[in-house]
């Protein structure tokens, strides 16, 4: 596999780092077969680039493909349509205490958009950029995703 890079003016491959992805067989859609987001049909320019979905492998501007998945370690890029398929959804009448700090749950259940559990209102107190508006994630899924960003910039600078 390889993953076409640069500008449709200055095509160039390179190989594509090994992912959960890639196992799976998604094959991704080639740079060079793609002049608008996928899902907003915007035209890419050279301040509109293009990014890969790591699902489903289609092509999308970065508004509609900012979600954030940790996925073996790794923070990848999943777009809006396949979010709510990435995720695991629990099914609220399921659930009567919270996931985090396992208080009994209200009527308000709220469900975290990074994993799909059911938590409290005291435990979802930190938001993320989801596709176009802002939702709500569990205060676990927040902590483990800075640790993992932590993790990957530790790497960086011994790699320098």
Same mark, same amino acid.
């Given at each position: 596999?390889? !993953?076409?890079?640069?500008?449709?003016?200055?095509?160039?491959?390179?190989?594509?780092?090994?992912?959960?992805?890639?196992?799976?067989?998604?094959?991704?859609?080639?740079?060079?077969?793609?002049?608008?987001?996928?899902?907003?049909?915007?035209?890419?320019?050279?301040?509109?680039?293009?990014?890969?979905?790591?699902?489903?492998?289609?092509?999308?501007?970065?508004?509609?493909?900012?979600?954030?998945?940790?996925?073996?370690?790794?923070?990848?890029?999943?777009?809006?349509?396949?979010?709510?398929?990435?995720?695991?959804?629990?099914?609220?009448?399921?659930?009567?205490?919270?996931?985090?700090?396992?208080?009994?749950?209200?009527?308000?259940?709220?469900?975290?958009?990074?994993?799909?559990?059911?938590?409290?209102?005291?435990?979802?107190?930190?938001?993320?950029?989801?596709?176009?508006?802002?939702? !709500?994630?569990?205060?676990?899924?927040?902590?483990?995703?800075?640790?993992?960003?932590?993790?990957?910039?530790?790497?960086?600078?011994?790699?320098?």
């Amino acid at each position: 596999n390889a !993953e076409y890079m640069g500008s449709t003016n200055n095509m160039e491959t390179k190989p594509r780092k090994q992912s959960l992805i890639d196992k799976d067989g998604v094959e991704w859609v080639p740079d060079n077969q793609v002049t608008e987001c996928s899902s907003c049909k915007k035209p890419f320019t050279l301040l509109r680039r293009r990014h890969h979905c790591r699902n489903c492998g289609k092509i999308f501007c970065d508004p509609c493909s900012s979600n954030k998945m940790i996925v073996e370690d790794e923070l990848n890029r999943v777009c809006s349509t396949c979010l709510p398929h990435v995720v695991v959804w629990v099914n609220e009448k399921d659930v009567n205490i919270c996931k985090c700090c396992q208080s009994p749950l209200s009527s308000t259940k709220i469900h975290c958009w990074s994993c799909g559990n059911i938590f409290c209102a005291k435990c979802t107190t930190k938001k993320r950029n989801i596709g176009k508006s802002v939702k !709500e994630v569990c205060d676990l899924c927040e902590a483990e995703q800075q640790n993992v960003i932590m993790k990957i910039e530790d790497q960086q600078q011994q790699q320098q």
